[in-house]
């Protein structure tokens, strides 16, 4: 019989994610041939990926090419090799959408993934899979299904997902998601990323994403000085107190405790906690969502 494996994967438009806490940016580079480096190479389909060696265009449907599901392939293999299975495995997924979204696209979302007869190859390591199931969840509610105990006897939270590109926030009201108070806006923090470097391009200066997030999580890249530091920090505030202000305008009261989620949110966090709107939030981390999937995942399934 098949060795079978439970999986939450976040596949956000910033970085793609495993319940195993394994992850990189949701991007590749495709080559026909095989490239010089094998870091984080998959060879899928006779053709040759380079997992995580940028980041691909936005996709709010990620159903309308392989990326997702390419994305996916070295999070399988992470799991599989953490389990120690050989051979073939009967893989089942738990994926998750924005909330706005989800009822539109989660039955397409779910077909996109099963799959059988996958073969691929990673870092070296041939792999084969039977993707059985996929199960598909509203993106920020999994994620709190992990702290959901520790706010059970309280009866309003505020949840925000702050996502690669999209700020996703609601509503939990005595453990059920108020489906009024699902919003969702279209500026996640590569819209931050965009205006910071469109700022510095008036003075001939290139940073990348990954350099912007060094610089806001408080690392000083060498090659800049504190001028372009402070310009990036002043820009993350003032991104932050934007978003905060229109969140309120949906009628969210900050006094009620505000759970932060995702990638976005962990690196945004010292200038939400510095925020005097927000009067208790606690954070959740980058792989929060995935973990939730998972859970979610195994107990419909033991049902």
């Known amino acids: 019989m098949s060795n079978k494996i439970y999986l939450g994967v976040d596949n956000g ?58 994305l996916s392939l070295p999070l399988i293999a992470d799991a ?24 539109r696209l989660k039955g397409k979302f779910r077909e996109y993934f099963i799959r059988e007869h996958v073969d691929f190859t990673y870092m070296g390591k041939e792999y084969m899979i039977n993707i059985k199931d996929c199960r598909v969840y509203p993106q920020g509610y999994a994620a709190f299904v992990n702290i959901f105990k520790d706010y059970k006897d309280i009866s309003t939270i505020n949840v925000i997902d702050i996502g690669g590109f999209t700020t996703d926030f609601f509503i ?16 996640g923090v590569i819209t931050l990323f ?16 990954k350099q912007i997030r060094d610089i806001i999580l408080g690392s000083q890249p060498v090659l ?20 905060l202000s229109k969140i309120l305008e949906y009628g969210f ?38 973990r939730g999937y998972k859970i979610l995942l195994e107990q419909e399934l033991s049902r």
Do not use: W
């Not at 939990?172 to 500026?187: H, R, Y």
């Open 13 to 70: 438009n910033a970085y793609t994610k495993s319940s195993e806490g394994f992850g990189f940016q949701s991007g590749y580079t495709k080559s026909d041939v095989e490239p010089i480096a094998k870091q984080n190479l998959i060879i899928y389909q006779g053709i040759y990926y380079s997992i995580g060696s940028n980041r691909s265009s936005v996709q709010l449907d990620k159903t309308v090419n392989e990326d997702a599901f390419i």
């Open 80 to 103: 599989m090799d953490k389990l120690n299975i050989q051979g073939k495995a009967d893989v089942f997924l738990g994926v998750g959408l924005p909330i706005i979204h989800y009822g």
């Open 172 to 187: 939990i009201e005595d453990g059920l998601i108020n489906v009024s108070s699902c919003f969702s806006l279209q500026n």
């Open 194 to 209: 965009a205006s910071i470097q469109q700022e510095l391009f008036k003075v001939n200066i290139n940073l990348t994403e």
């Open 224 to 243: 800049f000085d504190a001028n372009v530091n402070s310009m990036v920090e002043t820009k993350a505030q003032e991104y932050v107190d934007d978003l």
């Open 253 to 290: 009261e900050f006094r009620n405790p505000t759970v932060i989620i995702g990638g976005g949110g962990m690196m945004l966090n010292k200038y939400i906690e510095s925020s005097e709107r927000v009067k208790y939030i606690e954070n959740l981390d980058q792989y929060a969502n995935a």
